[in-house]
């Protein structure tokens, strides 16, 4: 398990957005994909992703259907809003931005004060 | 689209239910499939793959209760989830919730009857257009807000801050309407009283100022609404018709509006006549008379933007010129402004004074009852800790759990208001049309208004929440692990904890209500038999106007004297003798009088102000008042003969320093006549507060301050029916219009007792009420600590503890408690008392009655409320108990 890194708080939507918006994903399949994108680096709790999926869907971001899986198994189809995609350009844009920022505060060295 | 989204959602939830939540299941359920799939493919068998599975998704039902928060439509659809569990429970435990029910509904009942009256006594504006900026006026110096006529008019006259004034007086009078003659209760106003009220009539019209040209100028009549719909049978062609009013013929020109019951809040007219006709209605005229403080109130609408402090300094300057041109009868011009629905400040003040007391103790009982409830709801609590930990090891959250004990809570009070708010409409309703004294059309209109309905339900929600909360350190202590394992743990505290000091605090409560009441009650049967320097026992009160038949003060002597020999002539009546208004009834008489020796008669000058009456010779007998030295009146002491009175002690010491200087010597009343002093009576009670001072009084002849107003005391021991039947015969055969109304003198002091009786009742109520909620609170606190302490008292018996012992052990505290608190209350209620003195006559705590009923009241209620713990106490079986637990 070394390796992963928790979650932030907060950030499993905007990872759930983004692994959505990819394509749409049953839920176990919006695990998958998150492990995939980030390269297995982070560690989400797999019953604690149904909440936020419903928290979406709640707020417009996600549209829920049923369908049939590859494992031939009946599985809700999440997919993502027009709301939703510009939800993620936004967080996308404002995470970009924090990163940055705490990027830059952590890299500055003595002299350059 | 966001907001659509989460409506449809909780829509969603909540209308499709069972579809939603088996849309869940299969989702989790598929996604443990999937990822079984994922791990058989790695090499698991099936059956190890799915349970492997499940323990890596987590507690499924956790995250289900996740998802349903997250789903919104929770609040409601717990709600009614935590509603349904709530009765669930309280039906379980129908005692417990009877109790409480009634506990609220009985406290939270008497919060909203109490509001009610403050309300639609203290707060409630008059139903006038803009009540707001409608204001009575008083003299700062005087009680009351009496002011005469001239100087009316010449406050109408020359104010600059007031849109207009009007006058008005109470008056009665015979009102002959073609069939029985009857009296009626009417306002005199000015004429331009309804325009400045600002009311429009309902049927015909009003009279105006212009409609007054002099003295009897403007014989109208206004009807209200209410009497012209009882008497007139709400016939439109009542307008124009004359009657005959004191034998006068009035026109009556209209209807005032159905809302319209005068100005006087407790007071409803029965029509409305002009002032300036005062001579047909009162049988004399004070108009002129500027010293005579007889119109009863003036008031109007200030201008807009004129406060009242500047009102009342303009009308103060006013005052000061009226001061100046006419010293001989106006002095201490000061003026402030009241409100007009009751009669001044010192009326107002008293009323409020009380009703506010009153309005805190309910309060004061409802946090009792709270704090009662509040620790019967932790008892519950404790002994319902198995039930909360083994939820909470279940998952539950804290907050779900707290939730729903706020909900039993919130349940209970809601159940309990509404109960009491339905008892208290009822009673509100019926305080509404209750006459409290016969001989006027006093009401107290105190219908409830939306305003009390809603300070109800505050109420019961507040008090939900108050005694829901008292638990909530309790649960949120609970440890599962603890609990489950060991079970309750019957920790026996020895310190003081916040619970013993609410059940002192309250039986403390009760103890002073208990004592206030027994104060009340003991005065009031005190003053039920008290000396009041006349005999009420086997007499009657024969009341007659006898201006009602058209007699003036020149020609009502004669028929005077006829009237009382009418009444010696009845068999049985053993004396018979005339007052125009007999002590401690409504409407006493005030007088200045100065001193002999003073001759600049102007007010800053009176010696005192007595209590005056106009006897007849025989009154004093007739009354049972006696006589300490000196001689009685005669018939001889009429206009020919020297002015005399008969005073008592008190005008006596005031005026001439002692009884033996008073005798034969003079004093003047306020046109200068000097009057001397020719017998001395007891000393009496006069103004219709028992708890009056020392009052001084004079008594004049009938026949030198002749009187219109006609009481009769009739002294004989027949049955009083019959011989009111004999007086009314007797009195038709000299006047056959003449109204007469009857009572035996004890009824006839009701309005004397009346606040005492008013006070009695309410502390009873109340007392009684504290006393049931001491009990509920000091029985929860026995039989919780028996309950708590069942396995050590076991353990005590087993070993050998005697009954003495283990009641000691078991009930020792809640018997300190009630003891300290009962002491706490006894002081504190014997402090109270001495504002009880003003309202009640010899209300007194320094009676051994008192102080004795009072513990003797305290012992019986812990022992009702320690009887069943104390039994269960005594029933323990150490044995099974020890098995069992």
């Known amino acids: 398990m070394s390796g992963q890194a928790q979650l932030l708080p907060g950030t499993l939507d905007l990872l759930v957005l983004k692994a959505v918006s990819l394509g749409p994903l049953h839920g176990y399949g919006v695990l998958l994909r998150i492990g995939q994108i980030s390269g297995r680096a982070l560690l989400i709790e797999q019953g604690a992703l149904y909440p936020a999926l419903f928290r979406l869907v709640r707020q417009g971001l996600l549209e829920a259907s049923w369908g049939t899986s590859d494992n031939n198994r009946r599985a809700k189809f999440y997919e993502l809003t027009a709301l939703g995609r510009k939800r993620l350009q936004e967080e996308t844009d404002g995470w970009n931005r924090l990163a940055d920022a705490i990027a830059a505060a952590l890299a500055a060295r003595p002299e350059e004060i | ?885």
Request: with cysteine; proline share 5%.
């Open chain 2, 1 to 885: 689209m966001r907001l659509l989204a989460y409506f449809r959602s909780a829509a969603a939830r909540f209308l499709r239910r069972p579809q939603v939540e088996e849309e869940m299941n299969e989702e989790l359920r598929s996604h443990i499939q999937h990822r079984a799939d994922d791990l058989e493919r790695s090499g698991l068998d099936r059956a190890k793959a799915e349970r492997r599975a499940r323990m890596e998704f987590g507690g499924q039902e956790r995250f289900k209760e996740e998802c349903r928060e997250a789903l919104g439509g929770d609040f409601l659809e717990t709600l009614v989830k935590d509603v349904r569990f709530s009765l669930r429970v309280l039906r379980k435990s129908p005692g417990f919730t009877v109790v409480a029910v009634l506990t609220l509904a009985l406290t939270i009942g008497a919060n909203a009857v109490v509001f009610g009256i403050l309300n639609a006594v203290i707060l409630r504006p008059l139903n006038v257009p803009r009540a707001e900026s409608f204001y009575g006026i008083q003299r700062v110096s005087a009680w009351g807000t009496y002011q005469s006529y001239p100087d009316y008019l010449d406050l109408r006259d020359r104010n600059r801050t007031f849109e207009g004034l009007a006058a008005y007086n109470i008056a009665a009078a015979g009102l002959d309407a073609g069939s029985n003659p009857g009296r009626v209760w009417l306002y005199e106003v000015s004429g331009n009283y309804f325009d400045v009220v600002g009311v429009k009539p309902y049927v015909g019209r009003f009279f105006h100022g212009s409609d007054e040209h002099g003295p009897n100028s403007a014989p109208y009549i206004v009807l209200t609404y209410k009497y012209w719909h009882t008497h007139f049978q709400d016939s439109r062609g009542v307008v124009g018709r004359v009657v005959e009013l004191n034998k006068h013929p009035f026109t009556i020109l209209g209807v005032a509006p159905p809302g319209f019951r005068g100005t006087l809040l407790f007071f409803s007219p029965d029509f409305f006549v002009p002032i300036v006709n005062q001579e047909q209605v009162d049988g004399r005229n004070s108009l002129d008379a500027r010293g005579a403080h007889l119109v009863f109130q003036v008031m109007g609408h200030l201008k807009p933007g004129v406060t009242p402090a500047q009102a009342a300094a303009d009308l103060t300057s006013i005052g000061f010129w009226l001061e100046k041109a006419y010293p001989k009868d106006d002095a201490q011009m000061t003026f402030s402004l009241a409100r007009p629905s009751l009669p001044g400040d010192f009326f107002i003040r008293p009323v409020r004074a009380f009703v506010t007391g009153l309005m805190l103790l309910a309060g004061l009982i409802l946090l009792a009852a709270c704090a009662n409830l509040g620790s019967l709801f932790s008892a519950r609590a404790a002994d319902r800790s198995r039930e909360v930990a083994l939820r909470l090891a279940l998952g539950a959250s804290r907050n779900r759990i707290l939730r729903t004990l706020f909900t039993e809570a919130i349940l209970i009070s809601l159940m309990g208001g509404a109960a009491g708010l339905w008892g208290s409409v009822i009673l509100l309703r019926g305080l509404s049309v209750w006459q409290p004294a016969p001989r006027f059309p006093i009401q107290v209109p105190v219908n409830p208004d939306a305003k009390v309905y809603v300070v109800a339900l505050v109420l019961a929600l507040v008090s939900g929440i108050l005694f829901g909360i008292v638990p909530v350190r309790q649960v949120l202590r609970v440890d599962p692990y603890q609990i489950v394992k060991a079970g309750s743990t019957g920790t026996v505290g020895r310190r003081i904890t916040v619970r013993d000091l609410l059940l002192v605090v309250q039986i403390a409560i009760c103890a002073v209500l208990v004592t206030s009441s027994m104060v009340a009650m003991r005065g009031l049967v005190r003053s039920l038999d008290g000396n009041f320097g006349f005999e009420r026992r086997n007499a009657m009160l024969v009341e007659t106007n006898l201006s009602m038949s058209g007699y003036t003060e020149d020609t009502a002597p004669a028929m005077q004297k006829r009237m009382i020999n009418a009444m010696e002539t009845i068999p049985g009546v053993t004396s018979a003798g005339l007052v125009d208004n007999p002590p401690l009834a409504e409407g006493w008489k005030p007088a200045v009088v100065f001193a002999d020796a003073t001759t600049d008669l102007r007010p800053a000058n009176v010696a005192a102000e007595p209590v005056c009456y106009s006897i007849s010779p025989g009154y004093f007998h007739a009354a049972g008042t006696t006589l300490l030295s000196g001689r009685s009146l005669t018939w001889h002491d009429d206009n020919t003969a020297p002015r005399v009175a008969v005073i008592n002690p008190e005008f006596a010491r005031r005026l001439f320093g002692s009884v033996t200087n008073a005798m034969g010597s003079y004093y003047k009343m306020r046109d200068g006549t000097r009057v001397q002093v020719v017998g001395i009576v007891e000393q009496g009670k006069y103004t219709t507060n028992l708890a009056e001072s020392l009052q001084p009084a004079m008594f004049l002849p009938i026949l030198q301050s002749p009187s219109t107003e006609t009481w009769l005391v009739v002294r004989s021991n027949r049955d009083p029916q019959q011989l009111a039947a004999a007086v009314r015969s007797a009195l038709r055969n000299l006047d056959r219009g003449l109204p007469v109304f009857t009572t035996p003198w004890n009824k006839g002091m009701d309005g004397a007792l009346f606040a005492s009786r008013v006070a009695t009742v309410s502390l009873g109520v109340m007392g009684m009420m504290g006393a049931m909620l001491s009990i509920t609170g000091i029985f929860g606190m026995a039989a919780y600590s028996v309950s708590r302490r069942l396995r050590e008292l076991g353990i005590r018996m087993a070993l050998g503890a005697q009954r003495k012992d283990v009641l000691q052990a078991a009930l020792g505290r809640a018997l300190k408690l009630l003891a300290l608190g009962s002491a706490a209350g006894l002081v504190l209620g014997v402090l109270a008392s001495q504002v009880l003195a003003a309202i009640v006559y010899q209300a007194t705590p320094r009676d051994p009655l008192v102080l004795g009923g009072v513990v003797l009241a305290m012992l019986l209620l812990g022992l009702l409320a320690t009887w069943i713990p104390a039994q269960r106490a005594l029933s323990i079986d150490p044995l099974r108990l020890l098995r069992e637990e």
